[in-house]
């Protein structure tokens, strides 16, 4: 009994000294995207501080940033990027049919989504809540004082099955004005067909500062009435690609805990710090167990900083947007923003 036992014993720690040793092998998807040179990735069609185009469509945001991300872990190349933009009908049926590799187009980790359409959600990159947006003028300060107003929404969103909770819980009898696309939507509240237009706070943020003639003369009321983890999701049954856009996440993350930005990447790979050793690859190889070259998280980090210096570039307080840090901060600074190791 004792000897099958040893023995037992034995192989399992065979087997997990195995598992630890043997590199990842290649999935399907990052086969394609080395040998096309390419990373494809889907996008909201222009919402500024996620996804949007300049005149010379040169892409910029938050969402954007992750791909580049990707991308320079896989490749070494942030640039190596074809940008597919994607209206909210869209964007689930190019990732399931393969149109694209990765979808990163501010969109709401929920569970019927991350069970009946064939995707695995990567992480949360911004955690949001669905608010409502109102003309100054009326003077309102709460979204309960919409009672029996229109409101401006779109289509084939979390946004417009929240609001209709919202409503029936609340006794709003709120009218709901529905548009397949986004643009129509805002088109719609400025011109005065809606009381109010919904959608995440964030978006809220983006649309009052690029749309509207005077974005004093539109206020965000105060309510959040929904939970809106906004992340990317990769198709299923590629576990090999879902790690490697899940790391990179990571990575950003976990840069920013230990100090590691943009700038000081090649000064960090000189650390005593053992954890910083791992993420940048200059004490241990981590990249071979996701089938990447070692320096996988330097790269991406190179490519467009850590997350904080993403956050503050695109969405935070000194951009155009100015949202604060909040919900989005860092674990250690009373966020909810944690990356599990990297080691």
């Known amino acids: 009994m004792k000897k099958s036992l040893s023995r037992f014993a034995l192989s ?36 500024a501080g996620f996804s ?15 791909c580049k991300a990707i991308a320079a872990a ?10 597919v933009p994607l209206n909210a009908q869209q964007r689930f049926t190019a990732l399931q049919s393969g149109e694209i590799d990765i979808l990163s187009r501010n969109t709401t980790w929920t569970l019927t989504r991350d069970a009946s359409l064939g995707l695995n959600f990567v992480g949360v990159t911004y955690y949001d809540g669905q608010g409502f947006m109102v003309p100054a003028k009326l003077k309102l300060k709460s979204a309960k004082q919409l009672k029996g107003a229109t409101v401006c929404v779109q289509s084939g969103t979390t946004t417009e099955k929240n609001l209709t909770d919202f409503s029936r819980a609340n006794k709003l009898d709120m009218k709901p004005v529905v548009f397949e696309k986004q643009e129509a939507s805002t088109s719609a509240y400025f011109s005065g067909r809606c009381v109010a237009f919904t959608t995440d706070a964030s978006g809220l ?11 004093k003369e539109h206020v965000i009321l105060p309510d959040l009435i929904s939970k809106e983890p906004l992340g990317p999701a990769v198709r299923r049954g590629d576990d090999e690609f879902f ?28 650390s005593d710090n053992p954890a910083i050793g791992r993420i940048l690859g200059s004490t241990e190889d981590t990249g071979k ?8 998280a330097a790269n991406a980090i190179k490519a467009v900083g850590n997350y904080g210096e993403i956050f503050e570039r695109n969405v935070g307080p000194k951009s155009a947007l100015g949202l604060p840090r909040g919900m989005n901060n860092l674990w250690s600074s009373g966020g909810l923003m944690y990356a599990p190791p990297i080691r």
């Open 12 to 47: 399992t720690l065979l087997a997990a000294g195995a598992l630890t040793a043997l590199p990842a092998h290649a999935g399907k998807t990052l086969d394609a995207i080395k040998q096309r040179g390419q990373l494809i990735c889907g996008v909201n069609t222009g919402l």
């Open 52 to 66: 949007a185009a300049d005149s010379q469509g040169n892409w910029s945001g938050l969402d954007v940033d992750v």
């Open 74 to 83: 896989i490749l070494g190349d942030a640039n190596k990027v074809k940008w």
């Open 205 to 215: 943020a983006s649309i009052r500062n690029k749309e509207a003639k005077d974005p």
């Open 243 to 270: 790690a490697i856009a899940k790391w990179v996440q990571n990575a950003l993350i976990e840069a920013e805990d230990y100090g590691i930005t943009q700038a000081n990447v090649e000064t960090m790979m000189k």
């Open 289 to 296: 167990l996701l089938g990447l070259d070692k320096s996988w």
